[in-house]
């Protein structure tokens, strides 16, 4: 298995709504990221989590409430967010490989979240 | 600081004639280059990389990129492009982190590559 699968793939909720993201991979790799994508733009790193523990915070706004359950799984949480939250949320993984880790992610599809 | 800057933010070729995406790379140490190919409305697909080995890179569907670390670039080819082709390219760098257990990637913004009949 060399996917990293995201539900769902589309999303619309109201600023009021509370919802969440899910990604999942079962490849053994140990580091997990969130990255959002507006249109016509590179991704932006919002969150690392490292053997499950949180290990960066892009300065990412309180709405958005990463967690990871184990090793294989990782959410984030929505709420309360803007029109402009709208994007591309793509999660990724890597393998920790030592000193021979080459720094590739695994991306999966991404769910799109359109907020009204 | 790593950094890496696409020279083009659009490219248009015609189908079957070589495909010429460039990007020069800043970084202060030997950097971990990577192409990612990203079609409409999908995730990111890793098309090759650069780890310090061989200069050459091949990855898939026919593409190539050669590192040349007295020009700091690391530029895509194809020696023919095809239909599918079509899709955004982005050049990236990438920092281990966190004692090696995860990596931070720094993205370049993008080329978008249209293929004609």
């Known amino acids: 298995d060399t996917e990293v699968t995201q539900t769902p793939k589309h999303l619309v909720m109201g600023m009021t709504n509370k919802k969440s993201l899910k990604c999942e991979q079962h490849?053994?790799?140990?580091?997990m990221y969130w990255y959002k994508q507006k249109a016509k733009k590179p991704p932006e790193l919002m969150f690392v989590?490292?053997?499950?523990?949180?290990?960066i915070n892009e300065s990412v706004p309180s709405r958005f409430s990463p967690e990871c359950p184990n090793s294989s799984l990782l959410n984030l949480h929505l709420h309360a967010l803007q029109p402009e939250d709208s994007a591309l949320y793509l999660c990724?993984?890597?393998?920790?490989?030592?000193?021979?880790?080459?720094?590739?992610?695994?991306f999966g599809e991404g769910s799109r979240l359109t907020v009204l | 600081a790593q950094s890496v800057t696409q020279l083009d933010s659009h490219v248009s070729v015609s189908e079957g004639t070589p495909v010429l995406l460039r990007c020069n790379y800043s970084?202060?140490?030997?950097?971990?280059l990577f192409w990612y190919v990203q079609h409409p409305n999908k995730g990111l697909q890793l098309l090759l990389k650069?780890?310090?080995?061989?200069?050459l890179v091949k990855g898939i569907n026919g593409f190539e990129a050669e590192f040349k670390k007295s020009e700091t670039s690391f530029h895509l080819t194809k020696p023919s492009a095809h239909m599918s082709d079509a899709a955004e390219y982005f050049c990236?760098?990438?920092?281990?982190?966190?004692?090696?257990?995860?990596?931070?990637?720094?993205f370049g913004t993008g080329t978008r590559l249209q293929v004609t009949l």
């Open positions: 990724a993984s890597s393998l920790y490989l030592g000193r021979a880790n080459t720094g590739e992610l695994f």
């Open positions: 490849m053994g790799h140990r580091a």
């Open positions: 989590y490292s053997y499950e523990k949180l290990s």
């Open positions: 970084s202060s140490y030997s950097p971990s």
């Open positions: 650069y780890t310090s080995a061989a200069t």
């Open positions: 990236v760098v990438s920092e281990i982190i966190n004692t090696g257990t995860a990596s931070k990637l720094t």
